[in-house]
């Protein structure tokens, strides 16, 4: 779980990347507000991961779901889904697409429809 100690930590001490991939997105809620079990988004190359140690079935990865990702300046693609256990995604089919954002703070925000997800990337 990430501590708010450790989340003011990457709000404040890290500089953020607008460009993509980002290594990992850490889960935030709108508006910035704290979330108690965010999910992770790993990304290498053209795979990714999510991840949650709160709620992960793997003792020791936490993986909720794992497949590929296609990363353009305006969308983000998840791609051969497999999922171990519903993540922020919450829905079962193998591709789902959402609009990419960036805000000036870095913030990165997936929107598909009237779902709007956001996420603090640090590039490790």
């Not at 501590?3 to 935030?28: D, E, M, N, R, V």
């Not at 709108?30 to 190359?45: F, K, M, R, V, Y």
């Not at 998840?78 to 829905?91: A, D, P, V």
């Not at 598909?112 to 490790?124: E, H, K, N, T, Y």
Request: hydrophobic share 35%; charged share 20%.
């Amino acid at each position: 779980m990430i501590t708010s100690s450790y989340k003011k930590l990457l709000y404040f001490g890290l500089l953020f990347s607008a460009s993509l991939p980002a290594q990992i997105w850490f889960q935030i809620g709108l508006g910035n507000t704290e979330l108690s079990c965010p999910d992770q988004i790993h990304i290498q190359g053209n795979t990714y991961q999510i991840k949650n140690e709160c709620y992960g079935k793997e003792a020791y990865d936490f993986l909720l779901e794992k497949g590929l990702i296609a990363l353009s300046k305006d969308s983000v693609e998840f791609r051969e889904r497999n999922i171990t256990q519903r993540s922020f995604l919450q829905e079962k089919s193998k591709t789902m697409t959402f609009r990419f954002k960036t805000l000036s703070s870095g913030e990165v925000q997936l929107e598909q429809g009237q779902r709007v997800f956001s996420f603090i990337p640090v590039d490790l």
